[in-house]
């Protein structure tokens, strides 16, 4: 049998309950595993999504959940056979804690396409079963191969989004060739846009950002864009018609995608990261007319999320962050509904204790 310690976390209940305390077990260390005290914890609109189980038809939701999956700790114990960390360093977690190893997906360093991948909460539980539990908890169990390092030189509260937020933005801006001289679009202001407007700029491309938020403007400039484009204005959006290679979409709720479909020129692609529950309607036209292609992307492998988090480590990137007490959950899901949080939510789980 599977030994087991009670570690203190916050779970929702059903999907109007909000989020609340709650004791769960967390299995000891296998030969494999780093155990990990939980520092930060970054509030993604996934976790937001999974709690109020909006994400049903796709991905129902296990009651009770405690979401988080942008998990930045200090290693408390290894197991024999762990070679990478030692008790005493930072390490990270991500939206993954296991996959199969044996797929081509696996081999490929691309976990996140594994049919057998295992997410950081509400996956299934194979070691004390039940479903998975994430970040915003004490602490974390987790398998070496899943546990990432973090530069010496990073905020840990603002690093803890980049395994999430960080890793989902990267990786579409390699696969499509963001690179210096290409025009780059980000959609959308928040957790995962202010990072993607962080690495378009970082990578040389010229970076347009399109808000429904005016009063973010002058932010987007700050954190790297060229421009800024209130989306909501259709004067403004008709000068960049056609002239877009790459666009990034990471908006939370439903939204008019055509309007950006037109704004790709000949070859372009728009990338969804944002994923609303509504689907989107994409007309033949918009893409056939200009061979442009509308695609998506989930995330990121574990060895580009490392590559990630070394070059924000080479080029000094964190998230913005607003660090908050774990007892300000409910009303931080509050704001981030309203696009009022600059620009990532980092719980300090040492605020944990005092429950
Ligand atoms: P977030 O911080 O809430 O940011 C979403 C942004 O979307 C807002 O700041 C706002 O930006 C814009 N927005 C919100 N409502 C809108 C509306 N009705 N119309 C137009 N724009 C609107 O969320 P996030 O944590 O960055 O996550 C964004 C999405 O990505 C979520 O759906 C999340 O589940 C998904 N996600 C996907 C992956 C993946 O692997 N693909 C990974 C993580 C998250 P402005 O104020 O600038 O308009
Ligand atoms: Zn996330």
Known sequence: MTT?????????????????????MRREPSPEDVEIEILFCGICH??????RNEWSE??????????????VGRVTRVGSAVTKFKAGDVAAV????DSDGTCPQCKAGLEQFCPNMILTFNSPDKHLGGFTYGGYSGGIVVDEHFVLRVPFNLNLAGAAPLLCAGITTYSPMHHWGVTKGKKVGVVGLGGLGHMAVKFAHALGAHVVVFTT????????????ADEVVVS???????????????????????HDINAYINLLGIDGNLTLVGAPAKPLSVPAF???????????????????????????????ITADVEVIPIQKVNEAYERLLKSDVKYRFSIDMASLKSE
């Not at 087991?4 to 989020?19: D, F, I, N, R």
């Not at 991500?94 to 804690?97: K, L, S």
Request: charged share 20%; hydrophobic share 40%; with cysteine.
């Open 213 to 224: 938020s005016p009063n973010k403007k002058e932010d987007a400039l700050r954190l790297g």
């Open 58 to 71: 796709f991905m129902a939701t296990n009651y009770p959940i405690v979401p988080g999956h942008e998990i």
């Open 286 to 316: 918009g893409l056939i007319a200009r061979r442009r292609s509308f695609s998506g992307s989930m995330i990121g492998g574990i060895p580009e999320t490392q590559e990630m988090l070394d070059f924000c480590g080479k080029h000094n």
């Open 46 to 51: 996934s976790d937001l999504h999974s709690v």
């Open 232 to 254: 909501r204005n259709a004067d403004e959006m008709k000068k960049h018609a056609g002239s877009f290679d790459f666009i990034l979409d990471a908006v939370s709720a439903d």
């Open 4 to 24: 087991t310690k009670k570690v203190p976390a916050y779970a929702a209940q059903s999907a109007t309950s909000g989020l609340a305390p709650l004791s769960i």
């Open 94 to 97: 991500g939206c993954m804690v």
